[in-house]
């Protein structure tokens, strides 16, 4: 991914909309290693997973979000917000040589990854072809510490404009809620086995009607200790290579019972 | 999977919502095989991936929508329609043996997995141990020819409740648009690799302001004849075991640079 005749061009999104302050500092972050533009979502669109919008047609709007930076809000998903990004504000320019996403408030280990719209966007860069980022610290809060994990994030960056991310063009990577001087170290792991035990909250509209809404606790399910979980709750950043490939390879030869199948 | 003292108890969901032809005729199919319950979305829930709703509360309401069948329509995202079915309409019930979603009017084959509200139901669904499978015709249109696959999509139920799905807990089974006869069977197959070429239809609103409509084109950039895609193309219902594991495994190894980080 080396440019030696031009800086690196830098897509930067998320799923908290632009005025979440993780994409603020992940902007702030990048800009020291390229051209960065911004597309990120008008509203927040947390778990929305890897949906697009085709029943409704989307907005797009330049804003000045960040001074000096390249920058639009979209109405659509974070999906959605990659595809217009390439197909209309890179069309006839450089593509994007990395995408990042995030900062995420929250983590998206684990089983998380499938329900993230901040992994959903590195993933649709991906499949472009974009060495692609989503960057999550495990902290919800608004006012969460981005500042402790810079040191890393940054590093991270650089590794990968350097010397790519291979075959795998995708990185979840997850950030403990410590003090820079705290975290251990980054360790590249396996999703780990988890689930989320969900309840439903029950309550009562004000005409009368029930409506639910969802809660739930993460039951990690899995005690390997090459996963990204056991290498957060010890306090290292997990980098989980990932892909979209969902074949289970190895429940092909046992299936192939189907085949034998006549009508 | 096999209930010798009791009939099997089957879900059903789609992302069509409760009115497409293709859960109609799935619910037809699956009653003559166990006790039937289907909860789907109230308004079509189509691309909307494994979004799930965090944001706002959900309705739930029982409905009158197949004749002696339990149904439910509920106001989130396919997978919130499982969520919900597990975590009420199952609570303290016998919780299904089997989940059906579909059939989906349009192909889920390949790269369309990850879009897919059909096939991250089935997941979710997957997720909490239950066999599940994603039916999919390739017929974007309402009035499709459902009937045609009826002895294949019978069988491979038959099939299922008979021998389980073994690790996989998940099969995404796509049907080419083609009569009874003409249909030569069915492979077992690996995901194609493949992509979407966007292009968004750019217009004015009545206002004046600009809006864009995602459409596109599918391109198989896979000439393997292992996929989903060559097996429908040659006329086969394709079955693809498929995975929530995102793990990049091969990738794990050439990354570990990163554990060289220092800060």
């Known amino acids: 991914m080396k440019n030696e005749d031009q800086q690196p061009v830098i897509l930067v999104t998320n799923d908290d909309g632009l005025f979440a302050p993780g994409i603020k500092y992940l902007v702030d972050v990048a800009k020291q290693f390229g051209t960065v533009v911004v597309v990120a979502p008008d509203s927040p669109q947390s778990a929305k997973g890897h949906a697009i919008t085709i029943e409704d047609p989307v907005r797009l709007n330049q804003v000045e979000a960040f001074p000096g930076i390249e920058a639009y ?73 981005f500042e402790s994990s810079r040191p890393f994030v940054t590093k991270i960056i650089a590794e990968t404009i350097e010397n790519g991310l291979g075959e795998t063009k995708l990185i979840n990577v997850n950030i403990p809620k410590l003090k820079t001087e705290e975290i251990k170290g980054i360790k590249v792991c396996r999703q780990a086995n988890a ?8 309550a009562t509209d004000p005409r009368g009607k029930k409506y639910y809404w969802l809660t739930g606790e993460f039951v990690n399910l899995d005690d390997g200790k090459d996963t990204d ?15 979209h490939d969902l074949t289970k390879y190895d429940a092909i030869a046992p299936l192939k019972n189907f085949e034998n199948i006549n009508i």
């Open 73 to 145: 809000e979209c109405s659509g998903t974070p999906v959605d917000c990659v595809k217009l990004a390439k197909h209309l504000i890179f069309k006839g320019r450089k593509q994007p040589d990395l995408c990042l996403s995030g900062v995420n408030h929250g983590s998206n280990a684990s089983i998380n990854i499938i329900y993230s719209g901040t992994m959903s966007a590195a993933m649709e860069a991906s499949l472009e072809g974009i060495d692609s980022i989503g960057f999550s610290l495990l902290d919800f809060k608004f006012d969460a510490d």
């Open 229 to 243: 979980i056991w290498a957060l709750d010890q306090g290292f950043i997990s980098i989980v290579p990932s892909m």
């Open 195 to 202: 689930k989320w035990e969900e309840k439903f909250h029950e």
